[in-house]
């Protein structure tokens, strides 16, 4: 059993009214108990996420974790302007962009029937008061909806992963790549911007992961994405290969070209 550098998550459209506030995304975090999401849909393979960087990036630094707290995630909700209605479903009282008495509804894409993340995740938001569908739909298609329109019409989608090696400058195509419409998740801040730009422009590796680590933390503050889980890869072999010897890697940019 080994660690990998796929991170498991939701990407949210932050363009759309209801997400936008970087504190439902903060909720939305608190609202989900991530170890008994590994342990349902991971059987107990994997490890919470506490950076949007694997820790295979060079980059990588442990940010101060998000834990399963439902209390504060509702008192978030409330902080924007959801209020809870009759059913318990929230309807916006006072939340910009949205019309009073509007219930908090968004459609989950699940890219894959067989996966449980987006019923787990359905009934994690449920507690909190965000009434969600499922929506089953190939990978392909739904990056023909949203890859390079603005606005995108997705609401939230479970994330396969994102890996790319050690290099933190390859998550510049998921955080920086240009306002609202190359970003996946419709995310654009132009201090994010600024940092990947001088991290590429850096004469060395320690001062571009200065640069990084600067991100991340603005990252996991606002949350464009949210990071659950590292899964772990198993690998099985014949006992005559003696594989306890051997240097495995397991970035998943190794496993695929197996």
């Known amino acids: 059993v080994y660690d990998s550098d796929l991170l498991r998550g939701l990407d949210v459209n932050t363009g759309k009214p209801m997400l936008a506030d970087k504190r439902v995304r903060q909720a939305m975090m608190y609202s989900l108990d991530r170890q008994a999401m ?21 980059a990588y630094e442990s940010q101060p ?16 302007g ?7 479903i929230l309807v916006a009282d006072n939340v910009k962009g ?25 009934s994690y938001f449920k507690a909190v008061g965000i009434d969600s569908e499922i ?9 023909g909806e949203n890859y390079g329109k603005d606005p995108k019409p997705y609401d939230i989608a479970t994330a396969a992963g994102a ?18 419409s190359d970003s996946r998740m419709g995310y ?36 464009p994405n949210i990071p659950t889980f590292w899964p772990k890869l198993i690998f099985a ?13 397991t970035s998943l940019l190794s496993v695929f070209t197996f």
């Open 82 to 88: 959801w209020k809870p209605g009759p059913d318990g």
């Open 237 to 249: 072999s014949s006992k005559r290969l003696h594989i306890e010897d051997a240097q495995v890697n």
């Open 188 to 223: 654009f801040n132009q201090d994010v911007q600024n940092l990947f730009d001088k991290a590429r422009n850096a004469t060395d590796q320690k001062e571009a992961d200065g640069y990084y680590k600067q991100a991340e933390k603005i990252l996991w503050d606002e949350l």
């Open 38 to 58: 590994i342990n349902t849909i991971q059987m107990g393979y994997g490890t919470i996420a506490d950076s949007n960087f694997n820790p295979i990036v060079t």
């Open 135 to 143: 929506k089953v739909e190939d990978f392909g298609t739904w990056v």
């Open 163 to 180: 890996f790319f090696g050690a290099d933190a400058g390859a998550y510049g195509t998921l955080y920086s790549a240009g306002k609202f």
């Open 98 to 122: 949205v019309a009073k008495g509007t219930k908090f509804h968004i459609v989950i894409t699940n890219y894959d029937a067989s996966d449980q993340t987006a019923t787990v995740v359905q």
């Open 65 to 80: 974790q998000y834990a399963y707290d439902p209390a504060k995630a509702k008192q978030l909700l409330a902080d924007v």
